[in-house]
C-alpha cells in the first residue's frame, strides 16, 4: 500500500493510476465486485493524499474506445473511469494530453 510512507513535504508522482488500480483486482474472485475495488482504492487514495505535498497523477482514459465483449476488461474500464474522476475532483488542476497537447479540464 502506497499509504505506508510518510511523504509530507516531498513531491510525488504515481505513474500510473491504471497500473495501480490492478493491485485491487483478485481475478480469482468470481464476483468481479467493481464496487467493493472502487471502495477500497477510494480509501487507500484518501489515506495516501493525507499529507501536506504535492501529488501528481498520471492515468490513462481507457474508455474512449470501443467496448470489450470481455466482463473483466469491461469491469476494469468502468473501475478505471470512475477512480479517474474521484482523483479529477480531489484535484487541484487536471490536463488531458491529446496527441501531445495539453487540454485543461480543470
Known amino acids: 500500500r502506497l499509504s505506508r ?3 509530507t513535504g516531498r ?3 504515481i505513474d500510473c493510476v491504471t497500473l495501480w488500480l490492478t493491485n485491487f483486482i483478485s481475478i480469482e474472485n468470481s464476483t468481479l465486485n467493481i464496487e467493493h475495488y472502487l471502495d477500497m482504492a477510494k480509501a487507500e487514495f484518501d489515506k495516501f493524499t493525507e ?7 498520471v492515468t490513462n482514459e481507457i474508455g474512449s474506445g470501443g467496448v470489450s465483449e ?3 476488461q469491461r469491469k476494469f474500464t468502468d473501475l478505471q473511469g470512475w477512480m479517474n474522476q474521484y482523483v479529477a475532483q480531489a484535484a487541484d488542476e ?3 494530453m491529446v ?6 479540464i480543470k
Open 11 to 13: 513531491v510525488v508522482v
Open 70 to 72: 470481455n466482463t473483466l
Open 5 to 7: 510512507h510518510n511523504l
Open 51 to 57: 499529507p501536506d505535498a504535492t501529488y501528481i497523477f
Open 99 to 104: 496527441s501531445g497537447i495539453p487540454v485543461k
Open 94 to 96: 487536471v490536463i488531458l
